[in-house]
């Protein structure tokens, strides 16, 4: 156990809390003596006392019963039956990382919130990326939303900004989440799918509830099935308020952008990674921070100023609705960085608990009504879920900001109040802890005054009806790839689902509402009639095409931390494996060596080469492309291997870029694979890597997707 002294508690002046600030200028500081190392300690009980023997139960004689005073034995088994808490009820499925965020100007123009006001200044963050739909040990690659959410450690106290990969939800109004939370989780009789969307009650309840279209044409896109968690987008959703310290607020919605580009895997490469590597994206993430190659995200706001509010062909308070970048686009406030990976994923990743209700002063809510019931439905997940109201004395949920207050007691308590008044006001402990008036330097939280005179009512606002504009512009700004795999994704979906009338109640009410033209096609693979024209009287949009929108315009600047196989046998040329790996690496990307077998390779320069893995070991599906280095026995070889020339057809088939130096030509030839844009032969590796690079820069060959659809998946 580290010896660190924990932050001081004895603050004298209310609210500013200098000392206090100066020893928890860091979360990581501040876990550090909660992390437990066991090197070189004894075996002990959970009271402290050395155990010598742990292997044998104590008994009456080496063949007798056990005996009941046996306390060792007894302590480890009830600490054992109870090692598992409720899972979370959505977003079970996730991975962590902490790291840090900062400011890269000073934004007090805009926000009080200190964390956003000295770029000098490092804010620690934990993050936690998830699936939705399946339980905790679901599988990572599920075509499903996926949750991006940070806590940031401010000085001021925790603000989580509780997000998605997407920007915008299936529902208005948070009294609806049950429901379509109940509609998407596996079905009631016999918990089937795991992890997916692909069956009736969510269909049905989607096609029933026009105002998930355009949430759900999110959902059939790529964007639901990211390459990896390092690439995808984060949105707030929900438009919130920032309030600088003349008071005055402005409108904003969250955005992070992460720095390696936005992009996708295919569908039958997702569908095979949650078979082969369950894990894929949380082994990605991990790796990716183990190696130094530390993910980032920038964070951005688009502003609306008050007067604007009105201005838009929607609501902003609605959160089916987007605001195109293309409208407001997105003023930068800083970085975040993901340095470090947890000890314990129970501890942390597990434990961590955010509530979009965790803010600081600087930054305020809107009325939007899903976030509004999101401030409820978080705190009291986590009384069930973490076992009572003391889960922020948790170490992965203690803010680096004290907390002192009158609440006592309650499960789990583990802070050891000092003083008498657990009440204020009080004149016992000198009135303290004492309230900060705003007005104050450092002063208390105070919501924004916003006028409110209206009538108590159940009511959804008029301004909330259109549902299919922002999802026929979503589809239209689709690059003509993305709007193949839309229509793709819904007919896969809909084809899992049993009954007709709900199929067709999509196809006609949902989706031919949104563009004929996909509706007809999905009507086409589904074997429904061709849909007329839509029932509903769509609103024109200020924008017909938003660019934005497409991941094709969202590619990475360089192919860093992108991984390539090289597929070898006995006999390799062993300096072209060189050349090309250290080609690679100057690029920032990374190398595995594959063999046949995990056992090392000869080359034909006669040396031995130690292999990473076996083909089998790391299939061409967690690789972004695949090289081929020539040597003729190497090549003989590898024509007669069929996983070699599966690893070949599924890379081409998944659109990677592939290039083949000398002989290995011969395997092109043999797989009737024809030179394209991202399939690239060369006499030598240099010739070669220019053609290579650019194409994994461009993440896919598009080009090639009718082809490829011939090739046996
Ligand atoms: Fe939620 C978890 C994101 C609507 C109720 N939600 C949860 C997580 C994320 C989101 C990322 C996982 C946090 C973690 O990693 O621990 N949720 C969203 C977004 C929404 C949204 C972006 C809409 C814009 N959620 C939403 C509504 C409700 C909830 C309307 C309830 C009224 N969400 C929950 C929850 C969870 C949760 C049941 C499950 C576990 C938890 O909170 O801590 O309370």
Known sequence: MSTKKPASDKSQLAGTDTKDRANTNSKLDSLEKFRSDATGQALRTNQGVKIADNQNTLKAGPRGPSLLEDFIMREKITHFDHERIPERIVHARGTGAHGFFQSYENHSV?????FLQDPAKKTPVFVRFSTVQGPRGSGDTVRDVRGFAV?????EGNFDLVGNNMPVFFIQDAIKFPDFVHAVKPEPHNEI????????????????VPESAHMVIWAMSDRAIPKSLRSMQGFGVHTFRLINAEGKSRFVKFHWRPTAGTCSLVWDEAQKLAGKDTDYHRRDLWEAIEMGDYPEWELGVQIIEEENEHAFDFDILDPTKLIPEEIVPITPLGKMTLNRNPDNFFAETEQVAFCPGHIVPGIDFSNDPLLQGRLFSYTDTQISRLGGPNFHELPINRPVAP???GQRDAQHRST???????YEPNSIDGGWPKETPPAAQDGGFESYPERIDANKIRQRSESFSDHFSQARLFFKSMSKHEQEHIIAAYSFELGKVEREFIRARQVNEILANIDLELAKRVAENLGLPAPGKGTVQVRKTSLDHSPALSQANLLPENIKTRKVAILAANGVEGAAIDAMKKALEAEGAHAKLLGPTSAPVKTAEGKSLAVDASMEGMPSVIFDAVFVPGGAASVKALSGNGVALHYLLEAYKHLK???VQGEAKQLLDLLKLEADAGLIAGKDVPALTKGFFAAIGQHRVWDRETKAKAIPA
């Open 193 to 208: 799918p795991t992890g997916g969307s692909a069956h009736d009650t969510f269909w049905d309840f989607v096609s029933l």
């Open 657 to 659: 870029a592939i290039a």
């Open 151 to 155: 806590k940031f450690f401010t000085d």
């Open 416 to 422: 050891i109040d000092k003083g008498r008044a657990s």
């Open 403 to 405: 907390f002192h207050n």
């Open 110 to 114: 805009l926000t009080k919130a200190g």
